[in-house]
């Protein structure tokens, strides 16, 4: 768990200085993904370099699972957060093994530890460590360095992981590749991830929270369906786009509106095209523009029938206040 | 075809004056990078502190050797050292140190800072960014600096011998004031093969210290 407590910068200028991160405070519970978004220079860099003290907090502080970290050692401190940063930084004199090994060998562990340690974060990240242990980095595609960053910052297990645009420099393929890649895995590590992103679709895939930045000040913190739902202000909504209630989509999943509001049983629309609870909205919105059906039928993946899924029910959903139903699971 | 008789009668002479000089010049260039390269490294640090070691090395680039001798003799002869092998080295050390100190700075100017941002990130000290990740890039770069100086050395030593430090300049000098063209050329052919060994020799080096991921892609 990560908390924010008035957190502020104020880089010292001609005019005085103005703060490039001013007052911020929110709090990221254990294995939560959070989203830091907004406009370059709007201070989320900055808030996240703050989190392991490569830039110093004017005033404010940190804490992470409870521990004020300004009396920590910084260096120490660095050490227990996993870093990954956008141009990868990954060391051209060292192996892959080596790089992954940089933060375990700075922990003293032993060589044989390290390199198991590599194997097991290479081949979590779908990448053949026989093949892929003893190049360097300049034998390795775009894509591929992101995936060693992601395992570098990984290797000592650290509790808490900060990226900043780490997927920024991939192409856009390989980016959704490896998003849902991370995603997989954060299913599976739980880590507290803050991410900055100036993606706002970026953000909805990835985020269980997202804070948005203005200026320095954090303008509205919520999880994304609540953000794209309930916007707190004019720069919030102009900054999600006006096709928000499309992007939310992408987070609602079918189980949240089937039987909705229409109820029904196995026999209503016996032929209606089918979808899985675990499908998102945009399958169902597809589902009805494309064959221009009300109702459709929810299967679930060993074939029963769950209920059905209504025009209706999926209006209701969307008018609900968000976040009144909680912010739908990674 | 004298001259070739004068070589072969002399070879014990030319190597003495050979280890002379490779002496003079090793110790010189030695002292130069264990000086040289942590200077290079903490002027990276402040801009104009930077500028202003890098002006002085250039100003010493450009006093002609002799006259640097010249102003050694009476500073050297307060601890009677005045002439021979002491200011060689000193003098030698002097030119040495801004091709070093300069391909040093570079180098270390030149690490990409998305790296020392890595190293810092991860927790890395110093010392430890130092050593693990900006000397061992900055590397191929700081010999090719040794290299100049090396080369540097040779020349400015072969100019020693006038003060009496010995060296191949020996065979150079006495050519002259003799007008023995067979000292001449001997003095002035080994100088030159001792360059060019030099200079191979640290090339050679240079690429075995280049880290293997650094070096451009093979294939």
Redesign the interface.
């Known amino acids: 768990m990560i908390r924010l407590e008035s957190l502020t910068k104020i880089y010292p200028s001609a005019h005085g200085g103005a703060a490039s991160v001013d007052r911020v405070s929110f709090e990221v519970g254990a294995g939560e993904t959070c989203v830091l978004l907004g406009p370059s220079g709007c201070g989320k860099t900055t808030t996240l370099r703050m989190i392991n003290r490569l830039v110093a907090p004017t005033s404010g502080k940190v804490f992470i699972e409870g521990r004020d970290t300004s009396a920590a050692d910084p260096v120490e401190l660095r050490r227990t957060i996993g870093y990954v940063i956008q141009q990868i930084g990954l060391f051209p004199n060292m192996t892959v093994a080596e790089n992954i090994g940089v933060v375990p060998r700075l922990l003293n562990w032993d060589r044989a530890r390290m390199r198991r340690r590599a194997e097991e974060l290479l081949a979590m990240l779908a990448l053949d460590p026989a093949e892929f242990l003893d190049r360097y980095p300049n034998e390795l595609s775009g894509g591929q360095a992101q995936r060693v960053g992601v395992a570098r910052a990984l290797a000592a297990d650290p509790p808490v992981l900060l990226m900043d645009e780490p997927f920024g420099a991939v192409d856009p393929v390989n980016r959704e590749v490896i998003q849902d890649e991370f995603l997989r895995m954060q299913k599976a590590l739980r880590k507290t991830v803050l991410f900055v992103s100036h993606d706002i679709d970026e953000a909805v895939k990835m985020a269980d929270r997202i804070a948005i930045f203005r200026a320095g000040r954090l303008e509205q913190y919520a999880a994304p369906d609540e953000l794209l739902g309930r916007p707190a202000n004019e720069f919030v909504a102009s900054f999600v786009g006006s096709d928000r209630t499309l992007k939310r989509l992408r987070r609602i999943s079918v189980s949240e509106v089937v039987n909705g509001a229409g109820g029904g049983d196995h026999t209503t629309a016996p032929h209606a095209p089918a979808v899985s609870p675990t499908d998102d909205l945009r399958r169902v919105a597809t589902l009805f523009l494309e064959q221009g059906v009300d109702v459709l039928r929810c299967v679930d993946a060993d074939g029963h029938f769950v209920g059905i899924v209504t025009r209706d029910a999926v209006a209701a959903r969307l008018a609900a206040p968000a976040g009144a139903l909680g912010a739908s699971p990674q | 075809m004298e001259t070739l008789a004068f070589i072969l009668h002399n070879l014990p002479a030319i190597g003495e004056r050979t280890v002379e000089h490779v002496s003079i010049v090793s110790v010189a260039v030695g002292f130069a990078i264990l000086t040289g390269v942590p200077l290079g490294i903490a002027i990276t640090q402040s801009q104009r502190t930077a500028d202003t070691v890098l002006y002085l090395g250039s100003i010493v680039m450009t006093i002609p050797s002799i006259a640097l001798f010249g102003v050694l003799i009476p500073l050297l002869s307060k601890i009677g050292q005045g002439i021979g092998y002491l200011p060689a080295v000193i003098a030698a050390m002097l030119y040495a140190q801004l091709p070093i100190v300069r391909n040093t700075y570079t180098a270390i100017r030149n690490v990409?800072p998305?790296?020392r941002?890595?190293?810092?990130?991860?927790?890395?000290?110093t010392s430890?960014r130092l050593l693990?990740?900006e000397i061992?890039?900055a590397l191929p770069v700081i010999i090719a600096g040794v290299r100049i100086a090396v080369v540097i050395n040779i020349g400015v030593t072969a100019i020693a011998a006038y003060i009496g430090a010995g060296g191949l300049g020996t065979f150079i000098s006495r050519g002259i004031s003799q007008t023995d063209i067979r000292q001449l050329i001997t003095g002035a052919l080994a100088l030159a093969l001792l360059a060019i060994a030099a200079d191979y020799g640290l090339l050679w080096l240079q690429r075995r210290l280049t880290?293997?991921?650094?070096a451009e892609?093979a294939g």
């Open positions: 990409d998305a790296l941002s890595a190293a810092i990130g991860m927790g890395m000290s430890q693990r990740v061992p890039i880290p293997k991921g650094a892609r």
